[in-house]
């Protein structure tokens, strides 16, 4: 018997990141991404958000699979199930400000943890809401774009990491190669 639901307890969580990933209108899908050097597809990290651009739950952060392979060309989307919630999932997620037009929010990425990553909500100019990830990214403050994982040989092994973003302060590209 504990054998059937332990195998029905796996079947469930497969079904579940096989979902497609729902979002409302006031949310932001992708507020930045991680992509690996073995294939085309990403992990997008996004934000449920209400009418006031604040957080509709308690843990509002979104990770998912957005697929670009196979001719889905980024149309497909998925959750991510029990072996990569522990490398790309969210460790941790605590409002730290909360304005009238939008929070910030400070969060740990368990891919990124060793770096501080903030996401800044507010309104956009036209309406709806928009979402920024800001971290240090080669000594400047910068809003994240995404992260490019170079993978080793072997099972799990991470050669490098390139970071790429935009900084606060000017606007000029920013870029960190780290080296696992």
């Known amino acids: 018997m504990r054998r059937a639901t332990i195998v029905l307890a796996v079947l469930a969580v497969a079904a579940v990141a096989e979902a497609d990933v729902a979002f409302d209108r006031h949310d932001v899908q992708t507020i930045f991404f991680i992509d690996k050097s073995d294939d085309h597809n990403r992990v997008d ?3 449920h958000l209400d009418t006031s651009c604040h957080p509709a739950s308690g843990s509002p952060m979104e990770v998912y699979w957005r697929e670009f392979e196979n001719g889905h060309d980024g149309h497909v989307t998925h959750g991510l199930n029990m072996f990569e919630g ?47 990830a800001i971290t240090t990214i080669a000594g ?41």
């Open 45 to 47: 990290y996004g934000i």
């Open 86 to 132: 522990p490398v790309y999932g969210v460790g941790s997620q605590r409002v730290a400000e909360s304005r009238d037009d939008g929070m910030t929010m400070d969060i740990v990425i368990r891919a990124l943890s060793s770096r501080h990553l903030s996401v800044r909500t507010g309104r956009r100019p036209t309406g709806g809401c928009q979402a920024q």
């Open 140 to 180: 400047t403050q910068a809003y994240l774009d995404h992260v490019h994982l170079t993978l080793g040989d072997g099972a799990g092994s991470l050669r490098f990491a390139d970071i790429y973003g935009t900084a606060v302060d000017g606007g000029a590209q920013v870029h960190e190669h780290v080296v696992h």
